[in-house]
């Protein structure tokens, strides 16, 4: 038997589901609403991300790991772990990447026609790119390049080995030489050097090869001698000096003193006693390594890089990541740049004088 129900009673029920329905679905589209905003809100915080690259040298060579604890120090992905919780220190929103090279003299060619936002490079090879003089006096200058810092010094190492009758570097003339690879800056420093003391590149037989291969050759003995620009201990000489036994010919003397006059951003170095396995400290000439970009980087941007650069995390980076690493240091920074310092990076450094924590540019 069924019970009929009240008219007014099953209307005011069906009135009542209708009402909750509504509600709910108004409750649901305030949360949508809600997260919506949230979402929104939090987009509009997060930095905008830019890719950044560092042009380095060859994954056998300093400069490629130089430059990827560079490119580690001043990343900051969106979502990296806050600085003070132990993450990222780097630029927010920042994606640096080390990008391997034949070295300074691509680095250099790379930045001036923007295929690089930055790049390492010899002392020389940008000192002659800005002027356009030197291996450059038959191009325009790049007057728009700028640095970030003189990052550390680097030893041209004139390396035979240990059972070679050779000499100096005038004993040179006429044997198998390896001065680097065409577009690096190691071969720019071989030329200066031979120039200096009577051995031009006509005068050897030059051979233009890769670090790694040029390693190869002296050991097997199908080359007489090599050279190679480097912050010392260079692991791939280090570990050629395990398999065969090496000398360092000094470049010394009144042409290396009239050298260094005629190029002002070579100066003398020593590569000390006791490297690779060799008695005595040999006199060599140094050459200053830069990081370098252009003067229309953004400015902000190149503060940024700058700030990241010398930040105490950076410093541990640094000094764990690489015996050349360890020699970077803010003290260093300035010295000897022949090329102006980009406007960011050059108010940090007034920032960081004010706090005597900087020292001027151009002092020793």
């Known amino acids: 038997m069924t019970t009929d129900v009240e008219p007014g009673l099953r209307e005011r029920s069906v009135d009542r589901r209708r009402l909750l329905q509504i509600l709910c679905v108004a409750g649901a589209g305030r949360l949508v609403g809600s997260s919506l905003s949230i979402s929104v809100a939090q987009a509009a915080t ?31 992905p969106p979502g990296s772990r806050p600085c003070d919780r132990g993450g990222s220190c780097g630029v927010p929103g920042l994606i640096a990447t080390a990008q391997t090279t034949q070295g300074s003299v691509q680095n250099v060619d790379l930045i001036a026609s923007k295929a690089l936002d930055s790049g390492l490079c010899q002392s020389d090879v940008a000192y002659w790119r800005y002027t356009g003089s030197g291996m450059y006096s038959d191009r325009k200058p790049v007057d728009s390049l700028r640095a970030i810092a003189n990052l ?27 001065i680097g690879e065409r ?13 200096a003391y009577g051995v031009g590149s006509r005068k050897i037989v030059g051979q233009q090869l890769p670090l790694a291969t040029a390693v190869e050759s ?3 003995g199908a080359i ?23 000398r360092l010919l000094a470049v010394d003397g009144d042409k290396a003193a009239d050298l260094r006059r005629q190029h002002p951003f070579l100066t003398i170095d020593l590569i000390p006693d006791g490297t690779y396995r060799l008695n ?11 990081w370098l970009v252009l003067a229309d980087l953004d400015e902000a941007l190149a503060y940024a890089i700058t700030t990241a650069l010398w930040h105490k995390s950076t410093r ?20 000897g740049l022949p090329i102006p310092l980009h406007s960011g990076a050059q108010r940090y450094y007034a920032e960081m004088r004010a706090q005597g924590l900087a020292p001027a540019q151009g002092s020793n």
Do not use: C, W
Not at 185 to 193: E, I, N, P
Not at 317 to 324: H, Y
């Open 224 to 246: 007489d001698a090599m050279f190679v620009v480097g912050g010392e201990p260079i692991p791939a000489i280090a570990d050629l000096a395990e398999a065969v036994d090496l």
């Open 218 to 220: 002296l050991q097997q």
């Open 280 to 290: 005595g400290a040999t006199i060599t000439v140094g050459v200053g390594t830069y």
């Open 316 to 335: 541990k980076l640094l000094d764990e990541g690489s015996a050349v690493g360890r020699r970077i240091r803010m003290e260093n920074a300035l010295v």
């Open 152 to 178: 550390y010094q680097e030893s041209l190492h004139v390396i035979v080995r240990a059972d070679s009758s050779i000499a100096s570097i005038a004993d040179l003339a006429g044997k198998r030489v390896a």
């Open 46 to 76: 997060e930095p905008e991300t830019r890719d950044f690259r560092i042009g380095t040298g060859p994954t056998s060579s300093g400069y490629f790991v130089i430059g990827g604890i560079i490119a580690n120090a001043i990343s900051n």
């Open 183 to 195: 577009g690096s800056g190691t071969r720019a420093t071989a030329t200066l050097v031979l120039d």
